[in-house]
């Protein structure tokens, strides 16, 4: 069975770093990319980046390039998204999926809620 | 970026009623058009892929149609549990989503 399992809530100040995983099983996790998702509260979906285990090939969405890293550990199926000093406007869930152009995002992850805030 | 615009943002339906959703795209994604729907506190799920393909285990009132630049999802005779916020996403190059959708009780 796929399964994506995404670590749990967390809650920050600003200028804190923060790291997230999304970890991978049931599957070839070299062999799709996993896209990372932002949803802010009662907004929609926005694409953050994406990159593909197999060779850590990474794209940011120009909306986010410098703002996130994302990274891959082959050897564990993890993937991770990290912050290096949050702000209160990254309040939000973050999702991870597991991505292959021509089907689209066909696992998702539970979500990780990340609240900022003093 | 590719940009994808979806219409109608939000729209009042009934049980039974026949409900269709549109998506332009910015540029040609040929048929790399995929269609979700999200339910309050869950994560997205995959209904339709490459402009027309049903996911399994999706049920066959869910259809999707056209390429190039624009898209529809239809659901043929809307039930009670489809009511949600629907997305649509270009996966021509990397990722970009739409909007949303939100169904409504009418």
């Known amino acids: 069975e796929v399964q994506l399992v995404q670590s749990g809530a967390e809650v920050k100040k600003p200028g804190e770093s923060l790291k997230i995983s999304c970890k991978g099983s049931g599957y070839s996790f070299t062999s799709y990319w996993i896209v990372w998702v932002r949803q802010m509260p009662g907004k929609g979906l926005e694409w953050m980046g994406i990159?593909?285990?197999?060779?850590?090939?990474?794209r940011y969405s120009p909306s986010f390039q410098g703002q996130v890293i994302i990274s891959a550990d082959k050897s564990i199926s993890t993937a991770y998204l990290q912050w290096s000093s949050l702000k209160a406007s990254d309040t939000a869930m973050y999702y991870c999926a597991r991505h292959i152009a021509n089907i689209g995002s066909d696992y998702w992850g539970q979500g990780t809620l990340v609240t900022v805030s003093s | 970026d590719i940009q994808m615009t979806q219409s109608p943002s939000s729209l009042s339906t009934s049980v039974g009623d026949r409900v269709t959703i549109t998506c332009r795209a910015s540029?040609?994604?040929?048929?790399?058009l995929n269609w979700y729907q999200q339910k309050p506190g869950k994560a997205p799920k995959l209904l339709i892929y490459a402009a027309s393909s049903l996911q399994s285990g999706v049920p066959s009132r869910f259809s999707g149609s056209g390429s190039g630049t624009d898209f529809t999802l239809t659901i043929s005779s809307l039930q009670p549990e489809d009511f949600a916020t629907y997305y649509c996403?270009?996966?021509?190059?990397?990722?970009?989503f739409g909007q949303g959708t939100k169904v409504e009780i009418k």
């Open positions: 540029q040609s994604i040929s048929s790399y």
């Open positions: 996403q270009q996966s021509f190059t990397t990722v970009t």
């Open positions: 990159i593909y285990p197999g060779d850590s090939d990474t």
